[in-house]
């Protein structure tokens, strides 16, 4: 027994007991000196790391990526530079050109949907791995449509992702782009829970595509990041139900003041284009149709309010915009036009002074660039996005591409920058994979620095197909216009919410999702929203 002890505690000590995978000439070169250097890591979170004090890497179990390495802080060593990121290296001869997509949004899904993978490997970096489609994402709020209804897997997108051997999805942020090495960097993401430490790692492209989209505005007033729900994530309906919800529930205890009760059930919604204008409506049609009946000993006290700084629905017809105005004021939303100075914890302060307490703040004034791409070493067009000529192809670097939310047109093109709107980000990603399939692929031009010379015919052009919005209450709003001014088709009612729903239910991406949003439609007809509390 203690002969056994013994030589548990001297293998413990040499390094070489708790290594649960095994460890080939691929992964490090054994030698004399690098045995030397192996140090046992005794927390019970890190007893698959290997790792080596010299260069300050990690080698991990079951990890995807085997070229990934962990990268401490305080890394100096210019001798072992190589060692700093794990790498996807550039391809070789004989290797197809590798695309590499950064986002899993409008644009690069329809570019990934469409993207030839006889010509190419892709690899996608995203810190989500699946698309959502925002339109009816209002409705997963309110229990409409269940979250999943919403989602689609990006390697469901493109199965070249899950299948081929040398196409990937990597879950993970990108950090910063080196366009004179070929080169993104970027860093996986950490779980809450903080069970494993990020990663850094390289991957080198021939080609790059950026379609990183956007984040919500908030005009830097002080306490809506730390107060204020959006509305462009799945996990930001999560948080608006689950909050929705509890408040509900809470509202009933016994103890809770007059003033307590509509400070809880007062829901606000800030900023009146389409998302915000669609979820009142939604909240709405929840409020008169599913708590008045489940909630019966607080439904006087729910109130929803929106706040918009001009005129709601402000790219619609005049007309549209005064039907969904009448339509909502009807159905107890309460418009009110001002501007947020701040926002606190239970109230917010307009610009006149006056205070609106509130229980559930969400907060939808429009979206802007993101850190990342601001922080971007790339010609910038106005608003801060990336900028982009003709052809989507970003200015004085080569092999990259920028799309969707995140770019707009320089100003030497003439041509103004487009809305951020799922629409465009979609035509943008279908042109673009047509000129990568059957310009730049059928040219042979798909490898770095090969298609300064390539001919890429027609320049995108952009055709607004018009604008639709639900305001609940089985009624919605469809401009057919191309232009706020311009004359077109538009309705309102009825006929126009079942136009609505059959457009977007054949803009869902699969089958499989359209399929799930009928059967939440009809269940939610029939039986009414589901108001269970989950988490």
């Given at each position: 027994?203690a002969l056994a002890?013994l030589?548990?505690?001297w293998?413990q000590?040499?390094?070489t007991?708790?290594?649960?995978?095994?460890i080939?000439d691929?992964?490090?070169?054994?030698?004399?000196e690098?045995?030397?250097?192996?140090?046992?890591?005794?927390t019970?979170?890190k007893v698959?790391h290997?790792?080596f004090?010299?260069?300050?890497?990690?080698a991990v179990q079951?990890?995807?990526?085997?070229?990934a390495?962990r990268?401490?802080?305080?890394?100096?060593?210019?001798k072992?530079?190589?060692f700093?990121?794990g790498?996807l290296e550039?391809?070789?001869?004989?290797?197809?050109?590798?695309v590499?997509?950064?986002?899993?949004?409008w644009?690069?899904?329809?570019?990934?949907?469409?993207?030839?993978t006889t010509?190419?490997?892709?690899?996608c970096?995203?810190?989500?791995n699946?698309?959502v489609?925002?339109?009816?994402?209002?409705?997963?709020?309110?229990?409409?449509l269940?979250?999943?209804?919403?989602a689609?897997?990006?390697?469901?997108?493109?199965?070249?992702l899950?299948?081929d051997?040398n196409s990937?999805?990597?879950?993970?942020s990108?950090?910063?782009?080196?366009?004179d090495k070929?080169?993104v960097y970027?860093e996986?993401?950490s779980?809450?829970?903080?069970l494993y430490?990020p990663?850094?790692?390289?991957?080198?492209y021939?080609?790059?595509v950026?379609?990183w989209?956007?984040?919500?505005?908030t005009?830097?007033?002080?306490?809506v990041?730390e107060h204020?729900?959006?509305?462009r994530e799945?996990?930001h309906?999560?948080?608006?139900?689950?909050?929705?919800?509890?408040?509900?529930?809470l509202?009933?205890?016994p103890g809770?003041?007059e003033?307590e009760?509509?400070?809880?059930?007062?829901c606000?919604?800030?900023?009146?284009?389409?998302t915000g204008?669609?979820?009142?409506?939604?909240?709405?049609?929840?409020?008169?149709?599913?708590?008045?009946?489940?909630?019966?000993?607080?439904k006087?006290?729910?109130?929803v309010?929106?706040?918009?700084a001009?005129?709601?629905?402000?790219?619609?017809?005049v007309g549209?915009?005064?039907?969904?105005?009448?339509?909502l004021t009807?159905?107890?939303v309460?418009?009110?036009?001002?501007?947020v100075?701040?926002?606190?914890?239970?109230k917010?302060?307009?610009s006149?002074g006056?205070?609106?307490?509130?229980?559930?703040?969400v907060?939808s004034t429009?979206?802007?660039?993101?850190e990342?791409?601001?922080q971007?070493?790339l010609?910038?067009?106005?608003?801060?996005?990336?900028?982009?000529?003709?052809?989507?192809?970003?200015?004085s670097?080569e092999?990259?591409?920028?799309?969707?939310d995140c770019?707009?047109?320089l100003?030497?093109?003439?041509?103004?920058?487009?809305?951020?709107?799922?629409?465009v980000a979609?035509?943008?990603g279908?042109?673009?994979?047509?000129?990568f399939?059957?310009?730049?692929?059928?040219?042979n031009a798909g490898?770095?620095?090969?298609?300064?010379?390539?001919?890429?015919?027609?320049p995108?052009?952009y055709?607004?197909l018009?604008?639709?919005?639900?305001?609940?209450r089985?009624?919605?709003?469809?401009?057919?216009?191309?232009?706020?001014d311009?004359?077109?088709?538009?309705m309102?009612?009825?006929?126009?919410?079942?136009i609505w729903?059959?457009?977007?239910?054949?803009?869902?991406?699969?089958w499989?999702n359209r399929l799930?949003?009928m059967?939440n439609?009809?269940?939610?007809?029939?039986?009414?929203?589901?108001?269970?509390r989950?988490?």
């Amino acid at each position: 027994m203690a002969l056994a002890r013994l030589s548990r505690n001297w293998k413990q000590s040499s390094g070489t007991y708790a290594i649960n995978r095994c460890i080939t000439d691929k992964d490090v070169p054994f030698n004399a000196e690098t045995v030397d250097k192996m140090l046992y890591v005794q927390t019970v979170r890190k007893v698959d790391h290997m790792k080596f004090q010299s260069n300050g890497t990690c080698a991990v179990q079951g990890y995807r990526f085997a070229h990934a390495e962990r990268v401490p802080e305080d890394y100096s060593d210019s001798k072992s530079d190589k060692f700093r990121y794990g790498n996807l290296e550039a391809t070789k001869s004989g290797d197809k050109p590798r695309v590499v997509v950064l986002g899993t949004g409008w644009a690069a899904c329809r570019f990934l949907k469409g993207i030839d993978t006889t010509m190419y490997n892709v690899v996608c970096i995203s810190p989500r791995n699946h698309m959502v489609f925002t339109p009816l994402l209002a409705s997963t709020c309110v229990g409409t449509l269940e979250f999943r209804s919403v989602a689609e897997p990006v390697v469901r997108v493109q199965t070249a992702l899950a299948k081929d051997p040398n196409s990937y999805f990597y879950l993970a942020s990108c950090t910063s782009v080196d366009t004179d090495k070929h080169e993104v960097y970027c860093e996986t993401v950490s779980d809450n829970e903080n069970l494993y430490e990020p990663y850094r790692f390289k991957v080198a492209y021939d080609k790059l595509v950026i379609a990183w989209g956007s984040e919500p505005l908030t005009f830097g007033i002080k306490g809506v990041k730390e107060h204020a729900l959006f509305l462009r994530e799945v996990s930001h309906a999560q948080e608006i139900r689950k909050r929705l919800l509890l408040n509900l529930m809470l509202s009933e205890t016994p103890g809770i003041s007059e003033e307590e009760k509509e400070q809880m059930l007062h829901c606000v919604v800030i900023g009146g284009g389409p998302t915000g204008v669609e979820f009142s409506g939604e909240l709405s049609d929840f409020i008169v149709r599913d708590v008045y009946q489940r909630y019966a000993h607080v439904k006087n006290y729910v109130c929803v309010t929106l706040i918009e700084a001009n005129e709601i629905l402000s790219s619609f017809d005049v007309g549209l915009r005064q039907y969904a105005t009448k339509h909502l004021t009807k159905y107890g939303v309460r418009l009110v036009r001002g501007v947020v100075k701040e926002v606190h914890a239970k109230k917010l302060i307009l610009s006149d002074g006056s205070v609106v307490p509130y229980g559930l703040l969400v907060w939808s004034t429009g979206v802007g660039p993101s850190e990342f791409i601001k922080q971007l070493q790339l010609p910038k067009s106005p608003g801060g996005r990336i900028g982009i000529d003709e052809w989507l192809r970003v200015p004085s670097v080569e092999d990259v591409f920028a799309l969707g939310d995140c770019a707009g047109f320089l100003e030497h093109t003439g041509r103004p920058v487009l809305p951020a709107l799922a629409q465009v980000a979609e035509r943008q990603g279908k042109y673009l994979v047509e000129l990568f399939n059957k310009k730049i692929g059928k040219q042979n031009a798909g490898r770095a620095c090969s298609a300064n010379d390539v001919d890429l015919g027609d320049p995108f052009v952009y055709k607004h197909l018009g604008s639709m919005a639900s305001v609940g209450r089985y009624k919605a709003l469809v401009d057919l216009s191309q232009t706020k001014d311009a004359k077109g088709v538009s309705m309102a009612g009825f006929v126009s919410w079942l136009i609505w729903r059959s457009a977007y239910l054949t803009r869902v991406l699969s089958w499989r999702n359209r399929l799930y949003v009928m059967i939440n439609w009809a269940t939610t007809l029939v039986f009414g929203r589901d108001n269970t509390r989950i988490g």
